[in-house]
């Protein structure tokens, strides 16, 4: 059979409410133009984000019940470390609430003001949580990776020779750890390859520098690399995330994508004295290091999710899914960041809304016609959420791309709400020529997009 289908049947149902234009033109405006400000139930479909908005599944329901409450030594947290040792092969394993709960962890006892962090694209907590401690976060994607309508296989790289550079320039005195994110969330959901994995892990351990990978994404990355890396056909996703993460010293994940969870994360090392220092101030901040902000029957679900994603039924249907959506839509001359990611597919604004320049943000425009079309709720990663107004400045310096990310939840929608995308998108890119720019009228000092208020120019 060719067609690929969900690999699964529903068993609980969540109802959606379609409203008119003319309603969502009054709740739009009430919430300042951030759709951040929306209710969700004012939203007909939500790509806001795949971070624990994913169906769970029976076997993960069941895990719930199971839930140890106790305060220390649960048996919840016993199943969870045995199931993120054995993906991972970490040695340490210290559960958060969430994924910048373990970033706030590691780089506030590994770095310092002064100190540069190497990425090859830093997501938005990890860059603020990298710079709230005085360092400098420095994204090294390979070239192709931020041009929305290169082709490459591994778009998500980094780039070595850059890398090398940097570490001659600031001294690896001064870098006291490197990290990959894999998928690239920010610049597609692109993957990285073994090849540059293996690479990286190999420069920065001449200089003796840790090597950390951000692993939200990790199952999609490590079946990017079994469709499309040379040797690796015939090999099983768990082993592709074996080798991945054998060149690491450690890694901080959330939970909400590829633990298929609603909550959670964990930060993993191999050395025992960091991890001690991390567990002392887990104990200050998050709980107990057996739950770290968790509930036990948390720590049950992302166990049993854990497994459960690195199932090539699921990655296939996760993939395919995604795929779809981009092909249907790129089909009519709409511009995407190419070739389609695992987890969301990203509109190239400034493409699309060539005629609003980026001081007028045409990504958050762009999300707000969505929403006014359709119901949809979209984020824009453009020069709202990276763009700076720098000190003494009154106008934004851009971001490098304009992009309005569609995330994908994780076996929440089936094909006829992305064909209802499909039409939906459609319809707005028909009459772009009439959507105008946006302005800032409040904006917060750090990650302000989350908070903005907008008016239409
Ligand atoms: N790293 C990456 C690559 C992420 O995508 C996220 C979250 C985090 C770290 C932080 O994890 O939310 O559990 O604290 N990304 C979500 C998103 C929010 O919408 O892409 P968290």
Not at 123 to 141: C, H, K, S, W
Not at 202 to 215: S, V
Not at 339 to 349: E, L, R
Request: glycine share 8%; hydrophobic share 40%.
């Amino acid at each position: 059979m060719q067609t690929i289908i969900e690999p699964f049947r529903i068993k609980s149902i969540e109802p959606i409410r379609m409203t008119t234009r003319q309603e969502r033109e009054t709740i739009l405006r009430a919430a300042h133009y951030n759709l951040f400000a929306l209710s969700a139930e004012d939203v007909l479909i939500d790509l806001l984000t795949d971070s624990g908005t994913g169906a769970m599944s029976s076997e993960q329901w069941a895990a719930v019940m199971r839930g140890d409450e106790s305060y220390a030594g649960s048996a919840s947290w016993k199943r969870f470390e045995k199931m993120v040792k054995a993906v991972f092969g970490f040695e340490f394993v210290i559960p958060t609430h969430q994924g910048r709960a373990a970033e706030r962890i590691l780089f506030s006892i590994m770095c310092k003001e002064g100190d540069t962090v190497p990425n090859n694209t830093h997501f938005d907590t990890t860059r603020a949580n990298v710079e709230y401690q005085g360092a400098m976060a420095i994204d090294l994607v390979i070239p192709e990776g931020k041009v929305p309508e290169a082709i490459h296989p591994f778009k998500g790289n980094l780039d070595t020779g850059a890398l090398e550079q940097l570490i001659a320039e600031v001294g690896p005195e001064h870098i006291p750890l490197i990290m990959i994110t894999v998928t690239n969330n920010s610049l597609g959901g692109q993957p990285v390859s073994m090849a540059n994995i293996r690479e990286v892990a190999a420069i920065a351990h001449r200089h003796d520098i840790p090597l950390y990978f951000d692993a939200c994404r990790f199952a999609e990355n490590a079946f990017f690399i079994k469709l499309r890396e040379e040797g690796y056909e015939e090999k099983t996703v768990k082993e592709i995330v074996t080798e991945m993460f054998s060149y690491a010293d450690g890694c901080t994940m959330s939970a909400k994508k590829d633990g298929l969870a609603n909550i959670g994360g964990f930060l993993c090392t191999n050395d025992a004295a960091l991890a001690q220092q991390e567990k002392d101030l887990l104990i200050l901040t998050e709980g107990f290091p057996t739950y770290g902000g968790l509930a036990g029957r948390d720590l049950d679900a992302i166990a049993v999710g854990l497994e459960e994603v690195l199932h090539e039924d699921y990655l296939t249907y996760r993939l395919a899914s995604t795929r779809y959506l981009g092909e249907h839509i790129a089909r009519e001359g709409i511009p995407i960041v190419q070739p389609p990611g695992g987890h969301a597919i990203y509109i190239d604004a400034r493409a699309m809304l060539s005629h609003i320049p980026p001081q007028q943000y045409p990504g958050q425009a762009l999300a707000c016609e969505l929403y006014l079309e359709a119901g949809i709720r979209s984020l824009e990663i453009g020069s709202v959420m990276f763009g700076k107004t720098e000190a003494g400045g009154v106008e934004d310096t851009p971001a490098e791309m304009e992009l309005v990310r569609l995330a994908i939840p994780r076996r929440a929608y089936t094909q006829s709400h992305v064909d209802y995308l499909v039409e939906a998108i459609i319809s707005v890119f028909e009459r772009r020529q009439d959507i105008r720019g946006m302005k800032l009228t409040w904006q917060a000092p750090y990650l302000r997009h989350f908070t903005a208020k907008y008016e239409w120019v």
